[in-house]
Structure formats: C-alpha cells, structure tokens
C-alpha cells in the first residue's frame, strides 16, 4: 500500500494528517506501507515523534513501512534528528545542534530520558536558557514523560523528539506514544464507558484529577499549563479523536477528523523568558503540613 | 531523648532523581513504618537533583490516607529542597489534603456531563 504523506506541522491539520495514515492503515497485518512523501512540502521535525506512534504500531503488526520520494530539504532534517535511523538512513551531523535528536524508550526508562536531557539540553546550541526556566522545563517533560509510562500501556514504548527555532526564540519538545489514550483511562475510572476524548483530555486537565486509584495526584497537567502560561508559551494535547491546544491566544478543544492511535504532548516554550519561577517568600515544614 | 529519624532519599532509592512512583512508593513504605511505630520522621532531599510532583504524591501525599494531618504535621518534616520544590511539596500536600477528604465527588459531577459516542 503506498500512502501520501502531505505537509505536516505542528497543528490539528498536521495531527489529522498522521491520524488519517493510521485509519488508512489500520486492518493491515504482515503488509507492506510506503510513505510517500513526494506531496510534503514542510515536515517539522518535532512531529517525527507522533507519526512514529503510527509506524510503531504498523511494526507490531509485523508490516513493513518505508518511506519514499522524500524531498531533500525534508530528508536533511530527519537525518539531523535521527528519525532516519529507524529506515536504516545515516546520520546527518546536526551543524547548527538544533535538534534533540528522535529517540524511542522504554516505558520504565524515566532515568534514561533524564540522561538524555541532560545530554541535549544542555549547551549543544539548544538554547541558553535561565536555571530556574531549564529546570521547569525539564520537570514538565518528566511528569510527561512519566505519566505516559504509567497510563499509555503503550507496547512500543515513548517516542520523543525536539526542535529549536532560533529566530524566533522557541523550542518544540514532543512526547508521543502508542497507546489506548486518555479517554481510556478516564472512562474506566469515571465508569463512564461513553466519554469521548475531549471530554477525557479536559478532566485530566483539572487539578487533582487522576485515574490513579487510592493514591493522590492529577497535578502533573495542571502544573505543566501554569508553566506555559507564565513562560507565554503553547501546549498541545491530541488523544484519539481530541486536539487540545493552550497559549497566550486562549484555550481550544476540538474534535479531530481520524483517531490518532496514542496520545501526543507538544510543547513550545519561549527561550527568552527570565521569569525566576520562584515564591518570593521562603516555606518551611511547618507552613507545608 | 530524641525521637526523630532521617530518611535520606538518595540512599534510599540509589538515585538522585525523585521522579518515579516505585521510588516514591519506598519512601512512602518507610516512612509510614516509623510513623506507625510512634517516630517522628525527617525526610532529607539533599543530593536530590531532580523531583516532580508525581514522586512527591506517592511519597508524601499518600500519608494523608494513612495518617490524620494533624499527626503528619508533628511528626513529619522535610529538608533539603529548594525554594520552589517547597512550593511544590506545598501543592502535592493540599492536594492530598483534599483527595482524601472528598475523592469521589469530583467524579460523579463528570458522570453527568452529556456525551455523544465516539468509534
């Protein structure tokens, strides 16, 4: 079967976009897939990570995907952020260090992902960020990161990837994975079996909100949109058939078109900010219990 | 005599990153072990360079099912953290504080909601 794949950024078109190949691909077992990407003008780099969730789930199916006719522009891109690798494509040496390069973790590889943004996080172009910014910003990728490991129950694992824009002061990080959604989750514990995935995406989006049973939590979401509130930054959910997006131009939840098959956390933070983060009065134990 | 035992996070776990919930459980595990035979517990961060709230619920937060607040307030104290991850610890704290006063009302208020089907 060859697909098209057509341009790709980071918005619900974009999301869609990925969604439908997997509609399209959905009932294919022991098959061959080609993407083609003769009809992709623009691929942002960050999205290589939810169009993984498709192709990882293609793989568990035992089908073979390839991609074809990709442009070179686009193919430089990938090579530099080692989304290629996975088709057998050589490196690219990333010159400008731009990107923080594609990778694929277990579920259980919490501390792996922290080396791993040690790694690229720090210096190696991507951006020199303020301590109190870099640290916020590393503890919202790691309550992401580890919230998929405990709810996605996705197989093929988490699939990340990141991309500074250094013209316009912005970096991209994109947590995705292959998993049963948000919804899934939210219906069992809610024992609502017919909620649908915006509804699920903003209960999980309310403070204290967690499907976690007899254990406290459901802030890793909501300290994550304060963040990017204060940082004037974007955040993007998509679910299923939810596309969450909030930034300094408001709040929107729509319907997507096609399912997405996992869940998919993009964030775009200004690297500008100098913003402490920090209570100006200091708490102790006391004023805590 | 003093009474008061330190847990200290990093040897505990054999790690400095407080960011997952099975080392957050060992914490929890260890500290309620104490609690319940009548010790008063310091939970020592230092070393620690990396923490989110999903660790401190575990470890911390989870003491509010075990214990009343006022028994967690004297006996339990932290240190080590920065500035900001106090305020966090404060959240995780008020947090559990009202999980476990009142967990199951939140819920049925989104059973009501109308829904249409989806695939």
């Known amino acids: 079967m060859?697909?098209?794949?057509?341009?790709?950024?980071?918005?619900?078109?974009?999301?869609?976009?990925?969604?439908?190949?997997?509609?399209?691909?959905?009932?294919?077992?022991?098959?061959?897939?080609?993407?083609?990407?003769?009809?992709?003008?623009?691929?942002?780099?960050?999205?290589?990570?939810?169009?993984?969730?498709?192709?990882?789930?293609?793989?568990?199916?035992?089908?073979?995907?390839?991609?074809?006719?990709?442009?070179?522009?686009?193919?430089?891109?990938?090579?530099?952020?080692?989304?290629?690798?996975?088709?057998?494509?050589?490196?690219?040496?990333?010159?400008?260090?731009?990107?923080?390069?594609?990778?694929?973790?277990?579920?259980?590889?919490?501390?792996?992902?922290?080396?791993?943004?040690?790694?690229?996080?720090?210096?190696?172009?991507?951006?020199?960020?303020?301590?109190?910014?870099?640290?916020?910003?590393?503890?919202?990728?790691?309550?992401?990161?580890?919230?998929?490991?405990?709810?996605?129950?996705?197989?093929?694992?988490?699939?990340?990837?990141?991309?500074f824009y250094p013209q316009k002061h912005r970096l991209d990080f994109t947590i995705a994975d292959a998993g049963v959604g948000i919804r899934e989750n939210v219906r069992r514990y809610t024992r609502d079996a017919k909620m649908n995935s915006c509804t699920a995406i903003q209960w999980a989006l309310v403070e204290g909100h967690t499907t976690k049973t007899e254990q406290p939590g459901g802030l890793g979401l909501k300290l994550l949109k304060e963040f990017i509130c204060m940082n004037n930054g974007k955040l993007q959910i998509v679910s299923r058939y939810g596309y969450y997006e909030f930034s300094a131009n408001g709040e929107l939840i729509n319907e997507m078109d096609h399912d997405f098959p996992g869940t998919c956390v993009n964030i775009e933070i200004n690297t500008e900010d100098t913003i402490s983060y920090c209570l100006k009065s200091e708490l102790s134990s006391d004023d805590i219990f | 005599m003093d009474n008061r035992i330190t847990i200290k996070v990093t040897d505990l776990i054999g790690s400095r990153l407080c960011i997952s919930s099975e080392d957050g459980q060992k914490v929890f595990e260890k500290a309620e072990s104490l609690l319940k035979r009548g010790k008063n517990v310091t939970i020592s961060f230092d070393s620690v360079t990396m923490l989110?709230?999903?660790?401190?619920?575990?470890?911390?937060?989870?003491?509010?099912?075990?214990?009343?607040?006022?028994?967690?307030?004297?006996?339990?104290?932290?240190?080590?953290?920065?500035?900001?991850?106090?305020?966090?610890?404060?959240?995780?704290?008020?947090?559990?504080?009202?999980?476990y006063a009142n967990s199951k009302e939140y819920d049925a208020a989104w059973r009501d909601e109308g829904e249409e089907d989806e695939e």
Not at chain 1, 31 to 36: A, H, N
Not at chain 1, 110 to 136: C, Q, W
């Open chain 1, 2 to 163: 060859k697909l098209n794949v057509f341009t790709i950024k980071s918005n619900q078109v974009g999301f869609d976009s990925i969604a439908l190949i997997a509609k399209k691909t959905t009932p294919l077992l022991f098959d061959s897939v080609e993407l083609d990407f003769s009809n992709c003008n623009f691929f942002e780099a960050n999205m290589a990570a939810p169009l993984y969730s498709v192709i990882a789930r293609l793989r568990n199916e035992l089908n073979e995907v390839s991609i074809v006719n990709m442009p070179s522009a686009i193919k430089t891109i990938l090579r530099k952020n080692h989304f290629l690798t996975i088709f057998n494509v050589v490196d690219l040496w990333d010159t400008n260090q731009t990107t923080i390069p594609f990778k694929i973790f277990k579920l259980q590889a919490g501390e792996h992902f922290s080396d791993y943004l040690d790694i690229y996080m720090n210096g190696r172009g991507v951006p020199t960020m303020s301590t109190a910014l870099t640290k916020r910003f590393r503890q919202s990728l790691l309550e992401i990161f580890q919230n998929a490991a405990i709810h996605s129950q996705s197989e093929p694992g988490v699939f990340t990837c990141g991309q």
């Open chain 2, 52 to 99: 989110i709230s999903l660790f401190l619920n575990v470890a911390i937060g989870q003491l509010y099912g075990s214990f009343s607040e006022e028994e967690v307030r004297s006996m339990v104290k932290v240190d080590g953290l920065s500035v900001d991850d106090m305020e966090l610890l404060k959240r995780v704290v008020d947090n559990a504080k009202k999980y």
